[in-house]
C-alpha cells in the first residue's frame, strides 16, 4: 500500500502498488547503470533505475529511495505515484463525511456531533410524522418524543420506531378483535359453564339466560352498550355476572327471588319454577 510522508511515496513492506493504477514490478529488472541494488520482499534485486542520474547521490542510495528501484521505468514511477494521489483524494473525501466521536467533555463538539447524525437538538423538534398521521394523543406523543431524544435517535430512526409502533398497535388490536369474537362465539357455553356452584345443567342454563338479560338492561339503560361492546366487555363472563348481580341488588332483588320473565312480586312461586339443587345452592332450601 502507498502512503506520502512530506515530499516521499513510501511502498509497504510487501512491495505493492497503489491501487487501480500501479503497474507492479518491472520484467526488466537489472536494466540500471548503478552499481547498487535493492531487494524487494520476495528477495528479487533491482539496480538503480537510470532515471536516478537526476537524484541526489545522498538519496538516490537511501533506504526510502531503494524502495523505488523496481519501478525501472520513470512512466511506471509516475503510474504509480498518479495512483496514490487518486487513493489519498478518496480518502480526503472520505474524511470529510467522517464523524469523531466526541468524549462529552465538550459540549459544543457533543452538539455538532449529534447534529451530524441528525439528531434533533430538542425532543419536541421531532416531527414524527407516522404517529401523527395514526392520530396519537398529545401526552403519548410527547413521552415517545422525549425518550427517542434521550436514546439519541436521529430523526430518520425515530419515524422507524414510530412505524413499528403502530404495527405493534395494529396487531395487537386485531388479536383482540379475535379473541373478542372467539368469546362472543361461545358466550353463552361459556356463561352457562361458570355457574360451577349450581348442580344441573338446566339450571346452569336459567342462571346464564336470567344474567344475561339483566346486564342487557344495564347496558341499555345506562347507554353504556356499544362502549362494553368495544371493549370486549360484553362476552367478559365475570363482568356480566358481577353486573347482573348489581342490577338485582340496586332493584330490590338481591335474592334472586325472580326468574326470567317472572313477576318480583310473587318471589315464592318464582323460586319454585327452578330444581330443588337451584333453590338448595342459592336460597339454602327456603320456600
Not at 1 to 7: L, S, V
Not at 59 to 86: F, G, N, T, V
Not at 140 to 166: D, P, T, V, W, Y
Not at 215 to 228: M, P, Q, V
Amino acid at each position: 500500500m502507498w502512503t506520502m510522508f512530506k515530499d516521499r511515496f513510501l511502498l509497504s513492506p510487501d512491495g505493492e502498488g497503489g491501487a487501480g493504477g500501479e503497474s507492479g514490478a518491472p520484467d526488466n529488472a537489472g536494466n540500471g547503470d548503478g552499481d547498487n541494488g535493492s531487494n524487494n520482499s520476495s528477495g528479487q534485486t533491482y539496480e538503480r533505475p537510470k532515471y536516478f542520474s537526476q537524484v541526489a547521490p545522498a538519496k538516490a542510495d537511501s533506504d526510502d529511495y531503494k524502495q523505488l528501484y523496481k519501478y525501472q521505468k520513470i512512466d511506471e514511477l509516475a503510474d504509480a505515484a498518479i495512483s496514490l494521489l487518486r487513493e489519498n483524494s478518496s480518502l480526503r473525501d472520505a474524511s470529510k463525511r467522517s464523524i469523531v466521536v466526541p468524549d462529552g467533555k465538550d459540549p459544543e463538539a457533543v452538539k455538532e456531533f449529534a447534529k451530524k447524525l441528525g439528531i434533533p437538538e430538542t425532543a419536541d423538534a421531532y416531527p414524527m410524522k407516522n404517529l401523527q398521521k395514526a392520530g396519537l394523543d398529545d401526552t403519548s406523543m410527547r413521552i415517545i418524543k422525549e425518550n427517542c431524544h434521550k436514546a439519541m435517535l436521529s430523526e430518520r430512526q425515530s419515524e422507524a420506531f414510530g412505524a413499528i409502533m403502530i404495527k405493534l398497535a395494529k396487531h395487537n388490536l386485531e388479536a383482540m378483535q379475535s379473541a373478542i369474537e372467539e368469546r362472543k362465539k361461545c358466550l353463552g357455553e361459556t356463561l352457562k359453564a361458570s355457574y360451577k356452584e349450581i348442580p344441573t345443567d338446566v339450571d346452569r342454563a336459567s342462571a346464564a339466560e336470567r344474567d344475561t338479560k339483566a346486564y342487557k338492561a344495564f347496558a341499555e339503560e345506562s347507554g353504556l352498550g356499544d362502549i362494553l361492546e368495544k371493549s370486549g366487555m360484553s362476552y367478559n363472563t365475570d363482568f356480566i355476572k358481577k353486573i347482573a348481580a348489581y342490577s338485582r341488588k340496586h332493584a330490590g332483588q338481591a335474592n334472586m327471588d325472580t326468574v326470567p320473565g317472572g313477576d318480583p312480586a310473587n318471589g315464592n312461586e318464582n323460586r319454585n319454577m327452578y330444581g330443588k339443587e337451584f333453590n338448595d345452592a342459592y336460597y339454602g332450601g327456603k320456600k
